[in-house]
């Protein structure tokens, strides 16, 4: 991204930061924030709402998970309208899906479970059954921290199911999911 010039579409230049600062999401937190501050900026000028509502919410979920929760929430927050102006079916789903996790984090379960479920919803309408599995662990262990064992022991479950029956999942992410399901049974 950084060799783009002048000559290179702007639109390009920001795709191109945008997926930079994805890509080091968990390996450098600061050349994320950085890259995706860029992304924001470059698809702003380009008239690209999408890609600046986007760009908005993976920078949200890295200040998030840095502990920046008050500012996650104002990129989630700016995101929104952007994102919404788009007609294609699911492109809330990630908005929601992020703004459950800055909830999550903040402390706030019912507002998470809320996102959560609005980006389970949006992702199966979609037809993302992948991206909505992810969502159920997330929704089935929001409902465990709540204390809503059923519904939590309900979504591992059915995350478990979803897993082995395709070829989405890691061994890390089942035994997290499996080790999710004797822990909310073991409670109950």
Known sequence: ASR??????????ADLWLWFGVLHQFSDAVQSVLALRLAVVLHRRAGDAFGEGYSLIRLAN???RT?????AQRAVEAARPLLSRTPTPGVMAPYFNTAGFVRK???DLTGARTHYEKSLSLFRSAGSERLAVEILGSLADT???LGTLDAAIAGFRETIALMRGSNMSTKITLGVTLTNLAGVLVER
């Open 4 to 13: 783009c010039g002048s000559r290179t579409p702007l639109k390009v230049r």
């Open 62 to 64: 890295v200040l998030a």
């Open 67 to 71: 502990g920046r929760l008050d500012r």
């Open 105 to 107: 984090l903040a402390g």
């Open 143 to 145: 409902n465990w921290a």
